[in-house]
């Protein structure tokens, strides 16, 4: 038996997330259907992070066993690409990995990124690809809430109500803000998050930074450890799995 570890790239607007469900069409599906039809088997594959519907990544990470090795993996990717290209999918690149290495639990850091285009002009380009937030953004108040979340801390009020994680305790490493122009990038980086956590985040930094809360209410939100006190969260669209560490 061998276990291969493939990076995947893709847009998730017409996806209902990464893991297969009954509702709809799932990345997790698209790719186990195609490797199917390649190696003639059935294969079920293993995601890093399970992204919700509407979520991007560039650096997502899957792995899957099989039993021949395979031997031209650039034919392989190849092969994999003339049939998901069509559904803005991409497999990066593949690598042969130790039959107990596993792709979720394995993995030392996940590093997600939000972006927010703060502008009063309407989106063309990267519409479907950010939020389009067109009050003021106070970088200063948005880099002071960014700077609260950093270390370990209780993060249920940012905790989706259907999150299955045994517990809401969570190592946040960093959280770096970049300003290019109008685009904001909002970087996390921890071992693992929560159920909608990101996004929730996000939501109460820009409710912090465009006014509608002071500090001490952002700070006492976060305290609080209810989910109803959240701000809504930021929009799918503006997320992205950028990479995981191993």
């Not at 990995?97 to 009063?120: C, M, S």
């Not at 009020?157 to 960093?174: V, W």
């Not at 929009?235 to 995981?244: N, S």
């Amino acid at each position: 038996m061998f276990n291969y570890l493939l990076k995947i790239e893709y847009n998730g607007k017409n996806f209902v997330g990464w893991q297969s469900q009954k509702n709809g069409n799932s990345i997790q599906d698209e790719i186990e259907k195609v490797l199917k039809k390649i190696l003639k088997s059935n294969i079920k594959i293993i995601g890093a992070g399970r992204t919700d519907k509407g979520v991007h990544a560039f650096g997502q990470y899957t792995c899957f066993k099989h039993n021949k090795k395979i031997e031209n993996t650039d034919k392989f990717l190849k092969s994999i690409n003339f049939f998901l290209g069509k559904k803005l999918i991409s497999a990066i690149n593949i690598k042969a990995k130790k039959i107990d290495f596993h792709a979720r639990f394995n993995a030392k850091k996940r590093v997600y990124e939000y972006l927010i285009i703060n502008r009063k002009s309407l989106l063309s380009i990267d519409k479907g690809r950010a939020w389009h937030v067109k009050k003021k953004i106070d970088m200063n108040l948005l880099r002071k809430g960014a700077r609260i979340f950093k270390g370990t801390h209780d993060f249920s009020t940012f905790r989706a109500s259907s999150c299955s994680a045994n517990s809401p305790i969570k190592k946040m490493e960093s959280v770096i803000i970049r300003k290019n122009n109008e685009k904001i990038f909002i970087r996390f980086i921890s071992k693992s998050f929560l159920q909608n956590q990101v996004r929730s985040m996000v939501g109460c930094l820009k409710y912090l930074a465009t006014g509608k809360w002071s500090i001490s209410e952002f700070k006492n939100v976060m305290k609080s450890k209810k989910r109803s006190r959240c701000a809504p969260p930021a929009p799918a669209e503006g997320l992205y799995l950028m990479d995981v560490k191993y």
